[in-house]
């Protein structure tokens, strides 16, 4: 491959998705658009960069960026968000007047395995919970870059492989059915979600206010401009009581001054200088 072509291909996929391609990953480059080369008759690199040189080549454009972002996820990952998530619950549960969904976004859900975590956590706090809390509204969205991995997250059907990474069997029992290979999850688990199509880089606005928002593993591929960026346009949806949760190895402190640790907690943030969590008008 041209090294020219690598830093054409590598940009391309920055501007796209904000993932930056180190020069040592050529061999990752290959093996992974090996099948787009395929499907497009193309005998190598070269010969895809010059073909999204030319005109109509949006859609291939976005295929390539998806199969070079990275999709890995599991039930209850790292356990301690969820645990945190547990306790916030109630709290904001208090804080929203009757009648107001509980929004929470699962950003880069990928497959949905966080997503439906949070479903599984909702759907327990609701049937041991009062009155009021089983007539809550709650609204999980999941989104991701990449088509594929929402079709099977908005599927909700899972491998014995990926049930047995951090699902209980308790849970695994519970809330899945198993038909043939694979464990669907229950209805009232996809109840509360929805998955949709969305890239962080562009303008988030439209998705409305989350009084939690899950981005956990995600800014790891990001350079430190497109982290704040990201950062702050999360920061932006956040609820002024709300939180955010960033993976065990991330962290907002020193990108953005938009977000602060929460008291006590680590990876999760609040906007700064948020008020303690209070009842909505």
Not at 50 to 65: C, I, K, N, V, W
Not at 257 to 280: C, F, I, K, N, Q
């Amino acid at each position: 491959m041209n090294p020219a072509t690598f830093q054409y291909l590598a940009g391309m996929v920055k501007q796209r998705s904000g993932g930056v391609l180190m020069a040592n990953q050529g061999y990752m480059l290959h093996s992974r658009l090996a099948p787009l080369l395929k499907r497009e008759g193309l005998a190598s690199l070269d010969g895809l960069a010059l073909r999204l040189r030319g005109s109509g080549a949006e859609p291939l454009a976005q295929d390539m960026t998806e199969l070079l972002t990275t999709n890995e996820s599991h039930f209850f990952r790292d356990g301690k968000p969820f645990e945190h998530l547990k306790e916030w619950l109630p709290l904001l549960h208090k804080a929203r007047a009757p009648g107001l969904p509980i929004r929470i976004w699962s950003a880069g859900c990928s497959t949905g395995q966080e997503a439906y975590s949070i479903a599984m956590i909702l759907a327990e706090a609701q049937a041991l919970g009062d009155a009021s809390l089983q007539a809550r509204r709650f609204e999980i969205l999941g989104t991701d870059l990449t088509r594929a991995v929402l079709d099977r997250a908005r599927e909700a059907s899972f491998t014995q492989f990926e049930v047995q990474r951090g699902l209980p069997m308790r849970q695994l029992t519970r809330h899945f059915t198993q038909r043939g290979s694979l464990w669907w999850a229950n209805d009232n688990l996809r109840a509360y979600t929805n998955f949709r199509q969305a890239n962080l880089l562009h303008d988030l606005r439209s998705f409305g206010r989350f009084d939690l928002i899950f981005c956990r593993n995600v800014l790891l591929y990001f350079d430190m401009p497109t982290k704040s960026r990201v950062l702050g346009g999360l920061a932006g949806q956040l609820a002024p009581d709300g939180a955010l949760y960033l993976g065990a190895a991330e962290t907002a402190l020193g990108i953005t001054d938009r977000l602060e640790p929460m008291p006590g907690e680590r990876g999760v943030y609040r906007p700064a200088a948020a008020e303690p969590a209070r009842a909505s008008a």
